[in-house]
């Protein structure tokens, strides 16, 4: 999934021995195919999380309850944790070094991008809620928490109300960088940090209970933005030429992620050292991986096409898990479940979000 301009990669070269190292070369045009690259991984990770969770939710979290079931989405949903630290990443990439904005009706267009799709898969995913009798409110009280970022029957698009503020900060802090009086969007930010209070307040004066207000950003979402912007504009060789050694932190992060989440707490906080070991090691293994030519215009469509994914694949994943996922499950049913819904999920969700970008929807599809 991403709510941003497709990015690109390139392959790592030496860097000569007089030199500072090279940033990596881009491919065409300054496209990055490697942040296309690492922009699919996390979207179809993403999907394999969901899908995990649905099969840890099964048996209420708890492995007695059904040990095949529960270890195969534990694995999958924590197998799939750093995807969020790395969207924040490359969002973080993008305003900063890939295509910071140059004014403000620029910054505006890319969070129309973002803002209209989201209205329309709220009211999509209200009314697929009413259609099955899985809303657990009113859809008239689920629309209005969903004006203030509380969208129960869409759980995942929590990210883009985290999202949207953190490219807000970002933004402004680059075109005050280029000597730009964005007031506008400062007004904004101002309206957004201090509404909660402001609500709290009308709340204990009228003695009314109102939605919570969730239009911001939790501080490791922005470290994870910025961080995750310097990584990623890092030179090549930066690193070391060998990925291996990034490959096994990621491979231990994702096992201190599976047992910190059976033995202390699920779901692990994405603000947590393991999940950030997790994700650094999985950006810099694909950091800079040079992508074969003749694979470049799919990998490129596909990038494109995963924020339309993102949107549309719970919708997918909750009619395939409530048809198939059971607490009964032995373990290699149990796991070859997880990877069939995983890969049904992703197939299912790509090609729509594809089929609607032919279309010419995406404007409003994502």
Known sequence: ????????????????????????????????????????????????????????????????????????????????????????????WVVLVGAPPKDGARLRRRIVRIVVPLAVW?????????????????????????????????????????????????????????????????AVLLVLASAPSLLGDVAEATGRELPRFGWAFAPYQLIYAVLGALLLAAPAGAFGRRRWPWLLLAAAGLAGVIAYQHEVHYAIPYAHVLVALF?????????????????????????????????????????????????????PAAVALVVGITVATTALSFGAALLWGRAGASKVLG
Do not use: Q
Request: aromatic share 10%; net charge neutral; glycine share 10%.
């Open 279 to 331: 994700s650094c090691g999985v950006l810099v293994s694909l950091h800079g991986v040079r992508v074969p030519e003749r694979m470049r215009p799919s990998l490129a469509r596909l990038s494109e096409a995963s924020f339309g994914a993102y949107l549309v694949h719970v919708l997918v994943l909750g009619v395939l898990t409530d048809a198939f996922v059971d607490a009964d499950l032995g373990g």
């Open 122 to 186: 709220t009211a999509l995913y209200l009314a697929w809620g009413k259609l099955r009798d899985t809303n657990d409110d009113p859809v008239r009280g689920l629309a209005l928490d969903s004006v203030f970022a509380s969208v129960r029957p869409a759980y995942h698009l929590w990210y883009l109300y985290a999202y949207l503020p953190v490219i807000m900060v970002l933004g402004l802090v680059v075109l005050v960088r280029a000597g730009k009086r964005p007031w506008g969007l400062g």
């Open 1 to 92: 999934m991403s709510t941003t301009p497709p990015a690109s990669a390139s392959a790592p070269a030496p860097a000569p021995a007089a030199t500072a190292p090279e940033t990596p070369r881009p491919d065409r045009a300054g496209h990055r195919y490697d942040i296309d690259l690492i922009r699919l991984v996390c979207s179809i990770a993403v999907i394999g999380l969901h899908t995990g969770s649905a099969f840890v939710n099964t048996v209420g979290r708890t492995a007695a309850e059904g040990p095949g079931t529960y270890w195969a989405g534990l694995t999958a949903d924590s197998a799939g944790r750093f995807a969020v630290p790395l969207f924040f990443a490359i969002a973080g």
